[in-house]
């Protein structure tokens, strides 16, 4: 199931319940969106990907994925010629598309080591303390 396709199937269920004038279980409406949710999360793992596409969701280039696939890191479910990897075995690359910037630089790392406020940060730069 695609988000696209859980999407549709609730909005159809709105209209027919608006159609009917259906007044409804919250708890069990509750519980079949969560499991559709949850459908939906096993089905994007499940998710067969090119190198090219599965390379541009985490960040790696498309060599680098087939790389993994030659070294047994990431198994192959297509051929040899036209490798293919499921989704939700691809590995995480740190600061991919989406995560977090580290606190690297040495205006951060200053600020880190005791300046304590953007005041003191912009006297000790005055004083000539900051390094470049």
């Known amino acids: ?19 009917l004038g259906a007044l409804v ?5 509750a519980r079949e969106i969560l499991g559709d949710i949850e459908q939906l999360e096993t089905d994007t ?16 280039h498309p060599e680098s994925i087939c790389r993994l696939i030659r070294q047994g890191k990431l198994k192959n479910y297509g051929t040899k010629h036209r490798p293919l990897v499921k989704a939700g075995e691809l590995p995480r690359k740190h ?28 006297r000790e730069a005055l004083a000539g303390r900051m390094h470049r």
Request: hydrophobic content about 35%; cysteine-free.
């Open 1 to 19: 199931m695609t988000p696209a396709e859980l999407r549709d199937r609730w909005q159809h269920r709105l209209d027919e319940f608006r159609r």
């Open 45 to 60: 793992g499940v998710e067969l990907l090119t190198p090219a596409v599965a390379g541009r969701r985490i960040g790696y």
């Open 95 to 122: 600061n991919a598309p989406g995560d977090q910037p580290s606190r690297g630089g040495k205006v951060a790392g200053r600020i880190d080591r005791g300046a304590s406020s953007l005041d003191g940060l912009a």
């Open 25 to 29: 279980n919250g708890e069990a409406v």
